[in-house]
């Protein structure tokens, strides 16, 4: 059962955060993993493994009189490995980018929208990694501000995803980037850019002495059924929005390898920015005042409107260690 009402709070109840679509908030599995994730950084000795085991410990919400649950207090760590707070994080980027997505759509109705998704060879350690990412940003840069790229490019939200090679150990780094261009995109070849010229252009931004693995898709436009086009946009956001790095890539159980595989993404992705918006897209974020993603509020990140209804009250929920749950005081 998931409800508060009615509910006796010196009875020790679950928490249970169930939203207005029906869906069940995964407080409990995100705290678990969250424990895992310091349980190792605490056998490496990184000092901020005590930071780390206490984010998401005490979480405050308001309930409105309809009944409406919302986080209203909490402390999170954003460590880049956080489970807990890459879940939050993930929430917020969607959210954000959607609201941006749709503000450009109004200001440029004729604009085309290009999914494109750029990698390089996996490394095998943290300190490779560490540098390959800093290439990979330097590299995008370059490649934003070739003649025949900017020339119809409206905006782009880039993101950085590391994934772990499960046969052999390696780390795959690539960047998902929604780019929006001018609609004369696909008119000409002195505008258009086929999947080879993504390719040869990407290789030469990196500097690379061999060929790169570049995608490029357009997402489909439907001018008869807006809410069609809408929907593959957002599942292009979906896409570009998504975890940085998947907690199930170094809590496999496997002790030996989840210590190394954390040790090196902790030196690898330490102060990286691992989102980035740019031209028009970058515009909107800043006028509509919407703070960093990656070290911004993470209380406040969903959708639901209930900070317009009326407080009722407030409840509390803490982690409790032993009984690995949320409890409401």
């Known amino acids: 059962m998931c409800t508060h ?8 109840t679950v928490l249970c955060d169930k939203k207005a679509n029906g869906k069940v908030q995964p407080w409990k599995e995100k705290k678990l993993a969250n424990v895992g994730y310091f349980e190792l950084l605490e056998i490496l000795q990184f000092k901020k493994a005590e930071r780390v085991s206490t984010c998401g410990e005490i979480l405050e919400f308001d309930i409105t009189h309809e009944g409406r649950m919302k986080l209203a207090k909490a402390w999170f760590c954003k460590s880049p490995l956080c489970p807990m707070c890459n879940w939050r994080k993930t929430m917020k980027r969607s959210i954000q980018t959607t609201k941006i997505i749709e503000e450009v759509i109004r200001q440029k109705p004729k604009a ?14 943290g300190k490779e990694l560490d540098k390959s990412l800093k290439a990979m940003a330097e590299g995008f840069r370059r490649l934003m501000l070739y003649k025949k790229v900017k020339q119809n490019m409206i905006g782009f939200m880039r ?5 772990v090679n499960k046969k052999d150990g390696s780390y795959n780094q690539h960047m998902h980037v929604l780019l929006c ?20 252009l990407w290789q030469k931004a990196m500097k690379l002495d061999y060929v790169p693995v570049v995608h490029i898709e357009a997402v489909k436009n439907k001018k008869r059924n807006k809410k069609k086009e809408v929907t593959a946009i957002q599942a292009a956001v979906q896409e570009t929005a998504k975890y940085s790095v ?30 980035a918006y740019g031209g028009l897209l970058k515009e ?34 803490f982690w409790n260690w032993e009984q690995q749950n949320y409890y409401l005081n």
Do not use: P
């Open 112 to 125: 085309r929208w290009l999914f494109l998704t750029l990698s390089v060879k996996n490394v095998f350690d």
């Open 246 to 275: 998947k907690d199930a890539d170094y809590l496999t159980g496997n002790l030996e390898n989840d210590l190394e595989v954390v040790k090196d993404l902790e030196e690898g992705l330490y102060r990286k920015r691992m989102i």
């Open 5 to 12: 009402d009615n509910m006796d709070l010196d009875q020790k």
């Open 159 to 163: 993101s950085t995803e590391v994934t």
């Open 284 to 317: 909107v974020h800043k006028r509509f005042n919407l703070d960093d993603v990656e070290d911004g509020d993470l209380v406040r990140v969903d959708d639901e409107d209930s900070d317009v209804e009326e407080k009722a009250y407030s409840i509390v929920a």
């Open 181 to 200: 261009v001018e609609s004369k995109y696909f008119k000409g070849a002195e505008n258009y850019l086929s999947q080879e010229d993504w390719t040869s």
